[in-house]
Structures are given as C-alpha cells and as structure tokens.
C-alpha cells in the first residue's frame, strides 16, 4: 500500500478534485495535518468527513517506515536502520551540528554507482524509494525531535544510492519539505549530492531551483576517478566540469564538491594540486571528508594531521575548503554500513 506522503500539495489538489470529487482546499487541510501536526493516523483529521477518511485508509498508510535498529554516538549522531513495507531495509542519520540539526536520507534501496570505497555498493540496487518513502525518513526524525521541541534545520540527500538515478521521486521530496504547507525547510537548507550523471546534472541546472548541488568527486583526473568511482567511464571530468559550468551560468548557485580522502590514494600533494586546477575559477568549495573505513574494501582513512595538511595546500591555492569533523566513527558510520552488517547477521 502506497503512503500518502508520496503526494506533492498540487498533486494532492489533483487527487481531492479529480477522485474524491472534494473542493480544492480540502487538499490543504490534509497537508496540515501531514505536516504542520504531524499526525500518524488518518481518524486524527477531526475536520474532514468520515467518507473521505474511509477511503484514505483504505487507499493509503501515513508512515511506511518500521524501526529496525537504531544506534547512538557519543558524539549526538543517531542512525536509523527502518524496515519498509516490502522488507527492503534502508538507512537515516540525524547529525547535530551548531548550527543545527541535519538528516541524511537515504533515495534508493542498495546503489549500482559501484564506487570502490563505499559500503552503500556492497548491497545492489533493488529499486527506488518513492518520494513519500523518502519523506517519511525526515518525519520519523522530526517527531522524535518533536519530543525537545527541535526541528531538522537541514536535509542532505546523500544516504544510500544515486538522487540523480531517482530523479523524478527525489525532486518531488525536495519540494513537499520544501513547501510553507509542508515542513517549510528552505530551498538553501537542501542539499542533493550525485556521483556526477551529467544530463540529470543538466536537467536540474534547468529546474533553476534554489536547492544546493553538491558532487562526489574524490580524484580530480580520469585515471584514477574511473578505478574509485564507474561513473566516470560514462561521464568523464570533461563532461562533468562542462555540465556544471552550466548549472553555475544558469542558477548562480555555489557547487560544493566532496572530497574522501583515501590514505596513500588522493591525498598528496599532487592531488591537492590537480583537485585546484580543476575546479579554478569556478563558484564552489570543497568539502574534506574523513573517510570511515569499509572492511570489505580495504582502503583506510587519513590521520588528522594528513586531512590538515591536504587542506592547507588547497586554501594556499586559493581554493575554499572545509574539513569535516568526524562523526558517528564508534558506530556503523559509512552509508549503506549499518544495513549491510545487519544482512549479513552482524547484529550487535
């Protein structure tokens, strides 16, 4: 059965009029109730008809997600590993930050991108998640937050799999958080993070929204960009610097670019080097990204004093960067990581 978050509000206002045969505002009232009160059964809509209630519970769930397991950080990161009503297994991240409360939510169920250092890979894409199966990973959290009286202040869309691969479903996601009607986070306060599909890439520089573009680079030439990460066989650097060029041109909007840095693989000097040639001159900063190691993979993170000294030789080269603090590292941190051990009987 579907969960009616999958309904932006105009798709919603189609569905009142077009089936239910109700005025157009009807759709807003269900909407509030979605979002501004956060309700999880249908019978709490006190001002809509018995009707119209019947038939949503016989079309519709509200929350598609069952709590499998969730783990805790000394550090405030909290990780969710929910079952949908397939059984597919999928993973949420709630960070806290200074300047907020940040969910990462996962787009697909398992990820084909194939790249070497990732855990999200190591399960394959079973299908997509619909737009409300991703809405409702950012409900679950906010009503827990809703305990404390927070809210989530800022979405990534980063989790498990490709956004761009699920163009469709992610874009409508964005705008139901997105909407005032909705949970009202702002267009600046979403971020979409892909591997680098260039004509999705294209086709969101056209939707000319305010969400944030961030990409997964981790190796600023061909070679070796190809051996960590497939998709630059389709798409290379080129390819990929020319699509965001015009995603910059069209949107003047800043790029983020996300950088693991690999011990002994993309952390040299050299490296650093290359990373600034290649995005010189351009409206973007870099993102450093300690690496959470995988087992199956073998690669190992930098140390601390290896992640600053890669900084410093990009901010000496003009190049905007930040280093991420490390988060979650006394849990199954890596995305994909929780999911994967639980498959394979690692419970703890």
């Not at 697909?108 to 894409?125: E, H």
Request: charged residues 25%.
């Amino acid at each position: 059965m579907n969960t009616i978050y999958d309904f932006t509000l105009e798709q919603l206002e189609e569905f009142v009029v077009d089936t239910l045969g109700l005025k157009k505002y009807r759709a807003k009232q269900i909407f509030s109730w979605l979002y501004k009160k956060r309700i999880v059964v249908f019978d709490a809509m006190s001002d809509v008809d018995h009707k119209t209630l019947d038939y949503l519970k016989q079309e519709f769930i509200i929350d598609p997600l069952i709590l499998v397991k969730k783990q805790e950080s000394k550090d405030g990161t909290i990780k969710y590993l929910f079952k949908l009503q397939d059984g597919a297994l999928i993973e949420t991240v709630l960070m806290s930050f200074s300047y907020g409360k940040s969910v990462c939510v996962t787009s697909q169920v398992g990820c084909n991108m194939g790249c070497k250092f990732c855990a999200s890979g190591l399960l394959k894409k079973r299908r997509n998640l619909t737009a409300g199966e991703i809405v409702a990973q950012i409900m679950y959290v906010q009503r827990y937050l809703d305990e404390t009286e927070e809210r989530v202040s800022n979405i990534v869309v980063m989790g498990t799999g490709e956004p761009f691969d699920n163009y469709d479903h992610v874009m409508n996601f964005c705008r139901i958080v997105n909407h005032d009607l909705g949970l009202a986070i702002g267009a600046r306060h979403i971020t979409i993070s892909t591997c680098g599909i260039v004509p999705k890439i294209r086709q969101f520089a056209k939707e000319k929204t305010q969400f944030n573009l961030a990409i997964s680079l981790h190796a600023a030439n061909d070679e070796l960009r190809s051996e960590l990460m497939p998709i630059n066989r389709g798409y290379n650097l080129k390819e990929l610097i020319s699509a965001l060029k015009e995603y910059s041109t069209l949107n003047n909007r800043r790029i983020t670019f996300e950088y693991i840095l690999l011990k002994d693989v993309n952390d040299s000097k050299d490296d650093a080097k290359q990373l600034a040639k290649l995005i010189s001159g351009m409206n973007a900063y870099v993102n450093l990204i300690p690496y959470n190691a995988v087992s199956e993979h073998g690669y190992q993170g930098v140390s601390d004093i290896e992640a600053l000294r890669f900084y410093d030789t990009l901010m000496k080269l003009n190049v905007k960067a930040t280093l991420r603090a490390r988060q979650g590292d006394d849990i199954d941190a890596a995305c994909g990581q929780l999911r994967a051990n639980y498959k394979n009987g690692e419970q703890t």
